[in-house]
Antibody, heavy 122, light 107 residues
Framework: EVQVLESGGGLVQPGGSLRLSCAAS????????MRWVRQPPGKGLEWVSAISAGGGTTYYADSVKGRFTISRDNSKNTVYLEMNNLRAEDTAFYYC???????????????WGQGTTVTVSS | DIQMTQSPSSVSASIGDRVTITCRASQGISSWLAWYQQKPGKAPKLLIHAASSLQSGVPSRFSGSGSGTDFTLTISSLQPEDFATYYCQQANSFPLTFGGGTKVEIK
């Protein structure tokens, strides 16, 4: 079964850090770009970050640029999101997602995890 | 950044109704548009990719159309399991952006 499973969320104080992990299985992980998408409580979806299949190219939303770092370990079938200097507005449900078509980012995200909650509060 | 504007933000419909949701991009995105369905407490589910291609396993009552800046998602005959929130997402360029969502509610 093709799946991704996020972990690492939790409660953190403003200015703190967290590292999210996303473990993939059931597909050739090293062939697919990966994405992080978040959803604040009761609100819509917001793309956060993306990483190419090989890990050499990364993208970030302006709202997290300079604070978040995406990376991947293809030997462990895992993608990470290192989040620093967290703010209250980063409070959200964070999803990891796989792009639908290897080699092309134009086809959307076809496999999503169940998400992990990040709460930034003092 | 490409802004995605969805309308309506909510729609009330009955079982069997035809429902149409529109999504407009602030600039041309060719056919690089995806539609997702999200139910409460669940992850989004990909319905349509490349504007009009039905994702594997998605019922044929769902269809997508459009190119350039204007897109539509149509549910031809609304079923009980279709009550959810629907999002469009442009996949043309980074930063990726989503529409604000359309909640389909029971009338």
């Amino acid at each position: 079964e093709v799946q991704v499973l996020e972990s690492g969320g939790g409660l953190v104080q403003p200015g703190g850090s967290l590292r999210l992990s996303c473990a993939a299985s059931g597909f050739t992980f090293s062939s697919y770009a990966m994405r992080w998408v978040r959803q604040p409580p009761g609100k819509g979806l917001e793309w956060v970050s993306a990483i190419s299949a090989g890990g050499g190219t990364t993208y970030y939303a302006d709202s997290v640029k300079g604070r978040f770092t995406i990376s991947r370990d293809n030997s462990k079938n895992t993608v990470y999101l290192e989040m620093n200097n967290l703010r209250a507005e980063d409070t959200a449900f964070y999803y990891c997602a796989k792009i639908a078509v290897a080699g092309s980012s134009g086809y959307g995200m076809d496999v999503w995890g169940q998400g992990t909650t990040v709460t930034v509060s003092s | 950044d490409i802004q995605m504007t969805q309308s309506p933000s909510s729609v009330s419909a009955s079982i069997g109704d035809r429902v149409t949701i529109t999504c407009r991009a602030s600039q041309g995105i060719s056919s690089w548009l995806a539609w997702y369905q999200q139910k409460p407490g669940k992850a989004p589910k990909l319905l349509i990719h490349a504007a009009s291609s039905l994702q594997s396993g998605v019922p044929s009552r769902f269809s997508g159309s459009g190119s350039g800046t204007d897109f539509t998602l149509t549910i031809s005959s609304l079923q009980p399991e279709d009550f959810a929130t629907y999002y469009c997402q442009q996949a043309n360029s980074f930063p990726l952006t989503f529409g604000g969502g359309t909640k389909v509610e029971i009338k």
